[in-house]
């Protein structure tokens, strides 16, 4: 761990608040593969975007392919996978943007640990799990990775060959196999606007 660092003090997140006119709030999409969680994102992203709110979205897309791209997919990689995206949505959310999450992140530790990250610094967490019976995700298996981990192919893989530990308490609760979309999307901004965490 690096000794030889100075913390440089510069705007408090209240002063950001106020020249920019929007709180940070990250909202953590999470799911089994298949569950909608991306396709939700993007459609956040874009109604808040539109709203004339100041939103980023971060997965699998945009972080494995650099931030995150010396990453492998064992438990330990994971992990770190999660807990380097939770840092990055803790500064989203202090810059006062909305950072939008989306990631299996399968363990309820390393989600505990991303939300107590936020909550230290001050800053919402609002849990998303995106649900759906994993007959329903093997069935929409875009990418066809039910299938190569049914066949073997891939070792680990959440909901067949590793764990997924559902949100035991999340603020929301979206079941895609029964919502749209545009559904979804608009049960977190309702939520976003109901807590004030936009305007």
């Not at 699998?60 to 931030?67: M, S």
Request: hydrophobic content about 35%; some cysteine; overall charge negative.
């Amino acid at each position: 761990m690096a000794t030889n660092i100075t913390w440089h003090e510069n705007l408090t997140h209240d002063e950001r608040k106020e020249l920019t006119k929007q709180g940070g709030v990250t909202v953590w999409l999470t799911g089994l593969s298949a569950s909608g969680k991306s396709t939700i994102g993007c459609a956040l992203e874009q109604s808040l975007l539109q709203r004339g709110n100041n939103a980023y979205r971060l997965d699998g897309d945009n972080i494995r392919f650099g931030l995150n791209k010396d990453l492998g997919f064992s438990e330990d990689d994971r992990n770190e996978n999660i807990r380097r995206i939770s840092e990055v949505s803790k500064l989203f959310a202090d810059s006062c943007s909305v950072a939008i999450t989306s990631f299996i992140s399968p363990y309820r530790e390393e989600r505990r640990k991303a939300r107590e990250l936020h909550d230290k610094d001050g800053l919402p967490f609002v849990e998303v799990y995106v649900d759906v019976p994993i007959e329903i995700a093997e069935q929409r298996d875009p990418k066809g990775l039910y299938k190569k981990a049914r066949e073997g192919i891939i070792k680990e893989f959440t909901g067949i060959s590793a764990p997924y530990e559902a949100p035991e308490n999340p603020e929301l609760h979206v079941q895609t196999d029964k919502q749209t979309v545009e559904e979804s999307a608009k049960i977190i901004i309702d939520y976003l606007l109901e807590k004030k965490l936009i305007k």
